[in-house]
């Protein structure tokens, strides 16, 4: 009914919910606050931080049983949904089974197919992923009534760091440029902090040689349950007593015991982190900004921060002395830094599906987001119901038809100036049966976020002819989705029993499309690929032989390559 409503979590009521998963001693599993607390007391049973590991071909062994990252994720995610039908309970108007999905706009193709994954897996359908940034702007924007803006949007959450700048004209956000790292945040302070009270405690000559400085170590986990706490305090206070009893003791008996710990030593420890580390990204997404689309810090409006660790004084100190030095920006804007993202994803929730039902004639549409692209107007959705062969819209005096596919899924595309209202007739037998103005008609275009593709997707293909291998880029980074690419490539000697299509993100390989060919082609044939990347960032391949549709297989590239948060690389 118009009003965020955020998922609680009993007992405590929490509105953030720790993505965490653990199996007690007992056999039971859990998720959220019980679980940081399996994981916090040293249960190797336990994983944190699985956003690190997605799109990843990776295991986690939890108990006897192995897990993807989309599986723990989806446990995750399944927690979520129970915690928010137990908030508001089963009622007609709210709908349980579809999402919006917000991910760091740096996301690779792979990270976002797994997230995509790790939700079907939790029994959901995603209608969108929606980078973070976009969300927090969206959230911002709305509850302040900012129309147009050049946003830059800090989000240093515990376990993944994203700048991102966008633009927001015609209320339409579009990310322009990204930066980020997939191994920095709150939990690589944790760490730091931990790492620094052990070797305080060492120095008074504590016994704590059996202490790994490792996020295996059910000691060291102790102390970086301390070190969260301790981060906290000093983001509300200038100084703190560290003292936890109940939590941390070594092998006599002795306890974390640290008197006026201050900001300022907090702020010496994370130094190196926040103004090389963090600072390089912020510069890389500015450098970017300017070399792409020719606009400068001086072009940026808001300086937005959200995510838990943007309560850091010293990194909010950091930005505001380095980037609020133009006309445009006098100081940074901290704006729901824990609650913005999830606020702003439910915002395009309730935009972006509705339905359109006519009870008499017994017809039921499901509508999607409406999408502006290159002043053309999206309006799409699915008859679900009736007897419908013709949809169309009102504009002024003239009627535009939609397509309509053999599933009842259609499209209508406008030109977005000329539409000013929500008229959609619907036709049975060659004859209007009614006209409608969607009861959400003044909320569908509210916001329209546009999926944007990070990062150029290209297929790879060995010409015989020219003696080389060249790229064919299918949708170049920046451009908006959906997209629809079509080639045409020729059978050669080489390639006359199976064609193998490498699909590239960037200068990382995600899979190879394998298309096995009849055994009476023709050399010299030529084989047609119509290759399309959805709105969440989906690909299809359509491969076509002389009007004959041929089948092909993905097979995805295998990465062992892990970095944990205790390798010093990476911290």
Same mark, same amino acid.
């Given at each position: ?12 009521? &929490?509105?953030? *919910? ?9 056999? #039971? ?11 916090y /007391? ?7 931080? $699985? ?25 995750? /995610? ?5 915690c ?8 007609? &108007? ?20 797994a ?28 509850s ?20 991102s *700048? ?16 997939n ?6 302070f944790?760490? %730091? ?6 070797n305080?405690?060492?120095?008074k ?23 969260? &706490? ?9 100084? @703190? ?5 109940d ?18 030593q ?9 103004e ?41 100190? *950091? ?14 804007? /901290? ?5 913005? /993202?999830? =606020? ?8 972006n ?19 502006n ?5 999206y ?13 169309? %819209?009102? $504009? ?9 596919n053999?599933d009842k ?20 037998n ?16 509210? %916001?329209?976020? #546009? ?10 293909? *060995? ?12 949708? @170049?980074?920046?451009? =908006? ?45 030529k ?15 359509? %491969? ?18 892990i ?9």
């Open positions: 009914e118009g009003k965020i409503v955020y998922a609680e979590e009993k007992p405590a009521r &929490n509105k953030t *919910i720790p993505s965490i998963v653990a199996l007690r001693k007992n056999g #039971m599993e859990v998720y959220g606050s019980l679980a940081k607390n399996e994981f /007391i040293g249960n190797k049973d336990s994983k944190k931080s $699985i956003k690190r590991e997605m799109g990843r071909q990776t295991e986690v062994l939890i108990g006897n049983n192995t897990f993807s990252p989309e599986e723990i994720s989806s446990k995750i /995610i399944n927690y979520c949904k129970e928010l039908i137990d908030t508001i309970g089963e009622e007609n &108007n709210v709908i349980y089974d579809k999402v919006v999905i917000t991910v760091p706009a740096y996301f690779s193709l792979a990270q976002k197919d997230t995509r994954k790790a939700a079907e897996l939790a029994g959901l359908e995603v209608q969108m992923l929606l980078e973070e940034p976009t969300a927090a702007a969206i959230n911002y924007t709305v302040n009534n900012i129309e147009n803006g050049l946003f830059f949007v800090f989000d240093l959450g515990g376990g993944t760091f994203d700048v *700048i966008l633009e927001k004209t015609d209320n339409i956000p579009i990310v322009l440029s990204t930066a980020g790292n191994f920095l945040g709150g939990d690589n944790d760490f %730091i902090l931990a790492r620094y009270f052990l305080i405690l060492k120095d000559g504590n016994n704590l040689d059996d202490i790994e400085v490792s996020t295996d170590d059910k000691k060291f986990r102790l102390l970086m349950f301390a070190a969260e &706490n301790v981060k906290k305090q000093l983001s509300i206070n200038e100084s @703190y007593n560290i003292y936890f009893p939590i941390f003791k070594d092998n006599t008996g002795i306890e974390l015991l640290i008197d006026n710990f201050d900001r300022e907090f702020n010496s420890l994370i130094k190196d982190k926040v090389k580390d963090i600072i390089k990204e912020c510069d890389n997404a500015l450098i970017n900004l300017e070399k792409k689309y020719g606009k400068t810090l001086k072009d940026i409006t808001h300086i937005l921060m959200v995510g838990g660790s943007s309560k850091i004084s010293y990194i909010q100190e *950091i930005l505001k002395n380095k980037y609020c030095i133009t006309e445009k920006l006098k100081n940074i804007i /901290i704006y729901e830094p824990d609650l913005s /993202i999830s =606020a702003g994803a439910a915002i395009v929730a309730n935009t599906g509705y339905k359109i039902e006519d009870l008499d004639n017994d017809i039921l549409i499901n509508m999607n987001a409406t999408y692209i290159d002043d053309k107007l309006l799409s959705g699915k008859i679900e119901k009736g007897n419908i062969d013709k949809i169309t %819209i009102q $504009i002024g005096n003239e009627e535009v038809n939609a397509t309509i053999d899924s259609f499209v209508l595309v406008i030109n977005s100036k000329d539409y000013n209202n929500q008229m959609i007739n619907l036709y049975s060659g004859k209007c049966i009614n006209k409608i103005i969607s009861e959400n008609a003044n909320d569908v275009d509210i %916001i329209a976020p #546009m999926p944007i593709q990070n990062e150029t997707i290209a297929i790879t293909i *060995i010409d015989i002819e020219k003696g080389k291998t060249e790229k064919f880029p299918i949708v @170049y980074e920046g451009s =908006a989705l959906p997209s629809e690419v079509k080639e045409v490539f020729k059978i050669n000697e080489y390639s006359s029993k199976q064609v193998i299509l490498p699909v590239w993100e960037g200068s990382r390989k995600i899979f190879d499309f394998i298309i096995d060919l009849p055994s009476n082609i023709k050399i010299g044939s084989i047609n690929v119509t290759t399309i990347v959805d709105t969440i960032s989906n690909i299809k391949f359509d %491969i076509s032989l002389d009007n004959q549709k041929l089948n092909g297989r993905y097979e995805y590239i295998k990465e062992d390559e970095h944990p948060l205790g390798n010093s690389k990476y911290l």
